[in-house]
Each structure stands twice: as structure tokens, then as C-alpha cells.
């Protein structure tokens, strides 16, 4: 069985091309899986506050700047929606 970890988004990215890229990372802002989706595919199935990541799938978060906003933003998401909620 894999092991998972709840992570919650915490940045949202528009792109050219209708390319959006999601950030959705640990409580502790300290790892983060980064996926890009088509704005068409998001219309279809909006992301969650809250998602399971394999822990594999996940990738340590290099700027410590980063890591204190993911951190801060997680804290914030978590207090205003439940993890199955889509924004």
C-alpha cells in the first residue's frame, strides 16, 4: 500500500496556452507536488482544498521563503474549507 500525505493547495498559476499549475504542499510547507492541468480539464473537475499525495510524489521545498508562505497558506485554506471542498 502507498503511503500518502494530506496536502493542501496553496498556489495557483495561469499560463499561456490555458495552462494552469497547481501547488499543493504539506502543514509544514516543507514538501510540495506541482502538476499543470488544462483550464478545459479544471472546468470539468475543480481541485480540492485538500488532496492525497504518495509521498514519493512529493519534492522538498528549496526557498525557505516559499516554505513559510506554503506553510501560512496551508493554515489559512485549512481554516476556511474542508479538504473534499472545491475552490
Known amino acids: 500500500m502507498t503511503e500518502t500525505v494530506q496536502c493542501w493547495l496553496v498556489e495557483r498559476d495561469y499560463w499561456?496556452?490555458?495552462l494552469v499549475t497547481l501547488v499543493?504542499?504539506?502543514p509544514d510547507g516543507e514538501r510540495a507536488q506541482t502538476s499543470q492541468r488544462s483550464t478545459t480539464m479544471l472546468r470539468q473537475q475543480p481541485p480540492t482544498a485538500a488532496t492525497e499525495v504518495p509521498v514519493e510524489d512529493l519534492e522538498p521545498v528549496e526557498d525557505s521563503d516559499d516554505r513559510e508562505r506554503y506553510a501560512?497558506?496551508?493554515e489559512r485554506v485549512r481554516e476556511q474549507f474542508a479538504p473534499d471542498d472545491k475552490i
Open 24 to 26: 499543493y504542499a504539506t
Open 16 to 18: 499561456d496556452k490555458n
Open 72 to 74: 501560512r497558506e496551508v
